[in-house]
């Protein structure tokens, strides 16, 4: 050994641990942390948890390598020791969750003695020199300093590249809202039915978030999205107890209200109320000292929400009052054995009255209805943690996820939903605004083992992983089970159904049934093997790979959708460039898969009824209930057939309504990246993302078999399959009427009859096929915290293009996942190459908190983002007659009853200019005081503090009839930013 190295490893001695050489490896449990590095071999290493006595020692291999794995995610010390006696000084470690930190120690057995007179204060690297992955820590203590909501969606925004989309959710590079995973715990929390929401606990019962932007491990899969991996609380050696209390003040929210040129209402918000007030109780401690822990928690809500409808003509009060409880268990049978138990509820019922509302006097009318909402359940998970030898660990996990949702109002057996959906229309005018009578139960049943064995240089994981996902539902239309609409339209339009529009009409009439019933079943199933290599002492190669099945089932249990053997392999490589842990190159090349949503196996495979009749408007009729005047309409001549084509309300042979060899949806990912330190709190780094999305699975009608009957082609109707691939399906050969066989269809040029004027068959078309990719370029500058003052700041330059959006639809608020309008014809898609409603141009994220002195704080965050593009639609297309979602607008003979008349003009995907920016400026300011064995805590966060209104979302349907005619609401907002509002949180700590 030279004498540099000599030096260099007596400072890392006299230290505890090699200066900068203490990184984060992300390559751990999704519900821990691990602390690995190098030292002398033969050396004792023992980790103490000093808050719970836990304590554990491994000997350091012939390399001197060691490592911990499956800790549990605190602070800690580790000390060296040879012979039985203690080498240098103990090192304080950080264990953060799903990252591995990294202590590099020097050769204990050189000359101890000679350095008890040096004194060494160095600092830590904050890059990680061995990361493959792209994550985002934050901590709760962090997340205390700054203004940010207490949802874990606001904490996932905070990381670069994500942005909040339709539907109550978040995109993760370019992905839909429906393609992301939560994890609590270890414990899947993400909703299988629609896969946009999830289970979650109250904010002060977590301890720390993980945002996997990309990037990650073959332990994580069922995502082309990203992943929101948060741990909870525990208990300590230490009896603690404390209360929050969370207000939300009226006082400082404001709505506006909007209108169109004439002065109609368009959107009313100036009488939306927020009033939420949150108690919440927590006590911690040891049950048996050192061996078995507690944590509890308690939370009295007293949320109450006011909002009128869009046009102001009713006023909704709400009001949720549940409580939530939360526990944690943890016991430490052993140093080499762990036991922990979480659960909680979240269940919520909200009681909604509704009124009539004078907008011009700002007064409630007479009682109305009132609607019922319950949502949340029961949540628990086991998990079992095995530190078999030094070198071979364990980890078993089962639990259960419960999501209920239940949705119905007082007046939904008598009354029907009536909705004046024309330009300056009414809205609701019947004696119900229910959207449906529903009840769903969702039950998830996890069960997972992982297992990591240390071979040298090697670092070995893999694990297997099963969820059996359950959905009871039932749903349907309240009254007559119909739901009517009212729609403007003019004599000699096409509706969707084929009718055309008689002489004198000028406005048609929608009645729809919309109705499922039963108990549906998903079996997904993983494992994995994953081979950390560290090549030298500069170069980690990361190499895994996931196999995963997808079994969707029928109500009667029969397997509807199901694809196996779905391979994904990961590779990724880390380079110290310089040796000395402060700057790094990175990479990694990965597939991921998403799985099909319990939604589909409802509505396509469940005896799923979609029927729609057409009817001439012929005005309204007035009519009493309980003391109110309503209006219902007065139906006239019914226009065209009734047209039950996406569901006739019969569990058909599923051999002819999903493709026999359909193929899975997968993303590919590709990320470079390079990161280094400007000192010892200072760092920046670039990242460069790719992401290729890979294929669809959707519901496509496919009129043409291929197989002509009296010269024209049998109709199959609509399947679920891949669009513009290969579809195998059960139909019609023989011209029997009865199907009896199976056909492939190229649906790339087939599967679509067209005809001519006079109702002859001239040929086929396809469908286009799915592509949505990604570009991007992230920048980053972060400093770390040091009791005085920290700052992050990202850009994130992307380019989100394509024709699908994901396995939902947000322009044209189409949330049902994996049943998009995108191919349920030809023409839905044909030129609707673009920029997609993800695409958000620019992106600048700002966090900070600075403290005055140490009692006061101010935090701050800006988001700034660039608007998502506008298209505008039309329904119908210059090769037949069909009246649907399209990128075609009739400009001339719209009414001619000879298709080939019409002129059609084409505006192409995301041209129709782009929406303004937004800018999301919170600021917080947080008093800190201690009394003795008592911490108080005063927060108040004010959001959106410019109390910004621009426009989020407009309405992009430019016509909506083939007429000669153009919607006038076309470009009308629909959303707006959410209005200025603050939370005032004040805790008590013992």
């Not at 526990?327 to 922990?340: G, R």
């Not at 509807?560 to 779905?566: E, P, Q, T, V």
Request: glycine share 10%.
């Amino acid at each position: 050994m030279n004498s540099r190295a000599l030096h260099r490893t007596a400072l890392c001695i006299a230290m505890g641990m090699c200066l900068a050489a203490m990184v984060p490896v992300v390559r751990a449990a999704n519900n821990d942390g691990s602390l690995a590095g190098r030292s002398a071999a033969g050396v004792q290493l023992t980790v103490t948890n000093p808050e719970t006595g836990f304590s554990r020692t491994v000997t350091a291999d012939a390399d001197g390598n060691y490592r911990f794995p499956f800790l549990p995610v605190g602070n800690y010390t580790l000390q060296a020791s040879k012979d039985g006696a203690a080498v240098g000084r103990p090192v304080s470690v950080t264990v953060n969750l799903g990252t591995t930190s990294t202590v590099n120690l020097g050769d204990a057995t050189a000359g101890v003695a000679t350095l008890d007179t040096v004194e060494v204060i160095g600092t830590a690297s904050i890059v990680d020199v061995t990361s493959t992955e792209s994550a985002t820590n934050i901590t709760k203590v962090e997340l205390t300093r700054l203004p940010v909501q207490r949802d874990p969606l606001a904490v996932a925004l905070l990381a670069p590249g994500i942005t909040r989309g339709e539907f109550g959710g978040i995109s993760f590079g370019g992905s839909s809202v429906a393609e992301n995973t939560v994890y609590i715990n270890g414990l899947n929390v993400t909703d299988f039915y629609n896969r946009v929401g999830f289970s979650s606990v109250p904010f002060a019962f977590y301890k720390e978030f993980q945002v996997k932007t990309g990037g990650y491990s073959v332990e994580f899969g069922r995502t082309t999205g990203g992943v929101l991996n948060a741990v909870t609380q525990s208990g300590t050696n230490e009896f603690e107890f404390g209360a929050e209390v969370t207000w939300q003040p009226l006082f400082l929210e404001e709505g506006k209200d909007y209108y169109d040129a004439d002065g109609n209402p368009l959107l009313i918000s100036s009488y939306d109320e927020t009033d939420e007030r949150d108690l919440t109780l927590h006590a911690s401690g040891p049950i048996i000292k050192d061996r078995l822990f507690f944590f509890g928690m308690y939370q009295l809500r007293d949320n109450e929400r006011t909002n009128t409808d869009d046009t102001g003509g009713f006023i909704f009060e709400g009001s949720a009052d549940d409580a939530f409880w939360g526990a944690k268990l943890d016991w430490q049978i052993s140093d080499s054995h762990l036991l922990e138990l979480l659960a909680f509820s979240d269940r919520n019922h909200t009681v909604t009255d509704s009124y009539e509302f004078d907008l011009a006097s700002g007064s409630r009318g007479d009682y109305q209805n009132s609607q019922f909402v319950n949502n949340g359940g029961r949540n628990w998970a086991l998990t079992y943690t095995g530190y078999l030898t030094d070198a071979f660990s364990m980890k078993v996990l089962y639990g259960e996820n419960e999501r209920e949702f239940s949705q119905v109002s007082k007046n939904d057996i008598d009354c029907s939903r009536v909705r004046d959906r024309r330009a300056g229309g009414l809205g609701d005018v019947g004696c119900t605004s229910s959207g449906s009578v529903a009840e769903r139960l969702d039950t998830r049943e996890a069960a997972r083992i992982d297992f990591e064995w240390s071979l040298g240089d090697h670092l070995l994981r893999f694990g297997l992983d099963r969820e059996t996902n359950t959905s009871e539902h039932q749903q349907y239309y309240p009254g007559d089970r119909r739901l009517y609409e009212i729609r403007t339209t003019s004599p000699g339009a096409t509706l969707e159904n084929g009718g055309v529009v008689p002489a004198g009409a000028t406005a048609y009439v929608r009645a729809r049934r919309n109705e499922v019933d039963g108990e549906f079943e998903t079996l997904n199933t993983a494992w994995y093997l994953e081979d950390n290599w560290s090549v030298t002492d500069n170069l980690v190669l990361n190499a895994g790979v996931r196999m995963e099945g997808f079994d969707n089932k029928n109500s009667d249990g029969e397997s509807y959708i199901k694809i196996d053997d779905m391979l994904a392999p990961r590779l990724g490589f880390s380079w110290d460039v310089s040796g000395d842990g402060r700057t790094k190159v990175f990479g990694n090349l990965g597939r991921y898969f998403l799985p099909v949503a319990n939604v589909i196996n409802i509505k396509q495979a469940g005896g799923f009824l979609d029927e729609r009749t057409y009817y001439v408007f012929d005005g309204f009729e007035p009519f009493e209930y309980n003391g109110s005047t309503y209006l219902r309409p007065i139906l006239g001549a019914q226009i065209g057939p009734v047209d039950n084509s996406q569901g006739d309300g019969t569990v058909g042979d599923l051999r002819g309504e999903v493709d026999a060899d359909i193929d899975p949806v997968y993303q590919d990912e590709l990320i470079l990246g390079f990161q280094s330190m400007i000192n010892d709190k200072w760092s920046w780094g670039v990242r460069g993302i790719y992401r290729d999305l890979h294929n669809a699975i959707d519901d496509m009608e496919i009129t043409s078999n291929g197989i002509l009957c009296g010269g024209e082609p049998g109709s199959i109707g609509f399947v679920m399959g891949n669009p513009g691939e290969d579809l195998t399906v059960y139909t019609d050969t023989d011209c029997d009427g009865v199907n009896d066989g199976f056909v492939t269809i190229d649906t790339s040029r087939a599967g679509w009859a067209l005809f001519d004027d006079d109702g002859n068959y001239i040929g086929e078309r396809g469908y286009s096929t799915p592509k949505r990719t990604y570009s991007a370029l992230e920048f980053v500058i972060d400093r770390a915290w040091d009791d005085k003052w920290a700052l992050n700041a990202s850009y994130t330059l992307s380019y989100s293009k394509g024709n699908a959006e994901g396995p939902v639809n947000s322009d044209t608020d189409f949330s049902d996942t994996g049943r998009t309008e995108a191919f349920d014809d030809p023409w839905v898609n044909l030129g609707g190459y673009g920029y997609l409603p993800n695409d958000h141009r620019h992106q600048f994220k700002v966090r900070g908190t600075y403290a005055f002195n140490e009692h006061w704080q101010m935090g701050a965050t800006l988001q700034s983002q660039s608007g998502r593009p506008v298209s505008a639609f039309g329904v119908g297309n210059p090769f037949d007659g069909t009246n649907y979602h399209s990128f075609y607008v009739c400009v001339a003979n719209c009414t001619s009853s000879n298709v080939s008349e019409r002129v059609y003009e084409l505006h192409q995907r995301g041209t129709a200019g782009r929406l303004p920016w937004t800018h999301d400026l919170g600021l917080s300011l947080t008093y800190l005081h201690s009394f003795g064995g008592v911490d108080l805590k005063v927060k108040l966060a004010v959001y959106n503090v410019l109390d910004e209104k621009n426009v989020i979302e407009v309405d992009e349907e430019l016509q909506t009839e083939i007429e000669d005619r153009l919607n006038p609401e076309y470009g009308r907002p629909t959303s707006y930013q959410s209005p200025r509002y603050g939370q005032l949180t004040v805790s008590i700590d013992f």
